[in-house]
């Protein structure tokens, strides 16, 4: 199992979701997150008075998938993200050790599949 963890623009949210559905992705977590890399912030204009904002705002998308289903859905994710602006985001991937379904019981693979 692995842990995919994708970093995005908020405004790809919904196509990134309908390319996680794709891959068949049976649970995920969003979290509202913010953050910077490459562009270390912007610049923006309120009330006539310029002022910088470091950390923008971006969303974090977060699946335990199948080892088969990984490359599949990081591949689709990234082309559901990517805009070919600075900020797109990342995704990570990250071994998982175990997974256990808290009401059933059921451990590993079975787990996490719908």
Same mark, same amino acid.
């Given at each position: 199992?692995?842990?995919?963890?994708?970093?995005?623009?908020?405004?790809?949210?919904?196509?990134?979701?309908?390319?996680?559905?794709?891959?068949?992705?049976?649970?995920?977590?969003?979290?509202?997150?913010?953050?910077?890399?490459?562009?270390?912030?912007?610049?923006?204009?309120?009330?006539?008075?310029?002022?910088?904002?470091?950390?923008?705002?971006?969303?974090?998308?977060?699946?335990?998938?199948? @080892?088969?289903? #990984?490359?599949? &859905?990081?591949?689709?994710? =990234?082309?559901?993200?990517? /805009? *070919?602006?600075? !900020? @797109?985001?990342? #995704?990570?991937? &990250?071994?998982?050790?175990? =997974?256990?379904?808290?009401? /059933? *019981?059921?451990? !590993? @693979?079975?787990?996490?599949?719908?």
């Amino acid at each position: 199992m692995k842990l995919v963890i994708a970093i995005i623009k908020p405004s790809r949210l919904d196509a990134v979701l309908d390319a996680a559905s794709e891959a068949g992705v049976s649970g995920l977590t969003v979290t509202e997150v913010r953050g910077y890399g490459r562009q270390k912030g912007k610049t923006e204009v309120y009330r006539g008075a310029e002022y910088e904002v470091k950390l923008l705002p971006k969303v974090k998308i977060e699946a335990v998938v199948n @080892d088969d289903s #990984v490359d599949r &859905l990081v591949e689709l994710v =990234a082309a559901a993200a990517n /805009t *070919g602006k600075i !900020g @797109d985001g990342k #995704v990570f991937v &990250l071994p998982v050790e175990a =997974a256990l379904r808290i009401r /059933t *019981g059921e451990t !590993g @693979d079975v787990a996490i599949i719908g």
